[in-house]
Nanobody
Framework: QVQLVESGGGLVQSGTSLRLSCVVSGLALRDYRLGWLRQAPGKAREELFCLNRFGPSRLYSDAVSGRFTVSRDNAKNTAYLQMDALNPQDTATYYC?????????????????WGLGTQVTVSS
């Protein structure tokens, strides 16, 4: 059974940082691309990053450029989303997801397996 579990969310003040983790079980993360996505209330889901099995990640969201970074530790079957300089517009539920193909040049948001998400709320 494949499971993705996000953690690290919470209520924080504007300007602070959070690091989200995504722990994957039931498959070898090294064989999959991994995406970080978010959805704010009343808004469409937004794909932020896609991490290929190897090589550089793809950044799809200008809104987080220069503030958020991603990494993966295939040995631990875990990925991370480091979020700095948070602002209230970053308030959303954050998801990780995996897919067996390479990251596309343009975000397609298409993934095989998803986590349930972790809530991030940024107060002003």
């Amino acid at each position: 059974q494949v499971q993705l579990v996000e953690s690290g969310g919470g209520l924080v003040q504007s300007g602070t940082s959070l690091r989200l983790s995504c722990v994957v079980s039931g498959l070898a993360l090294r064989d999959y691309r991994l995406g970080w996505l978010r959805q704010a209330p009343g808004k469409a889901r937004e794909e932020l990053f896609c991490l290929n099995r190897f090589g550089p990640s793809r950044l799809y969201s200008d809104a987080v450029s220069g503030r958020f970074t991603v990494s993966r530790d295939n040995a631990k079957n875990t990925a991370y989303l480091q979020m700095d300089a948070l602002n209230p517009q970053d308030t959303a539920t954050y998801y990780c997801a995996v897919h067996h193909t390479r990251c596309p040049e343009v975000s397609d948001g298409f993934y095989d397996y998803w986590g349930l998400g972790t809530q991030v709320t940024v107060s002003s």
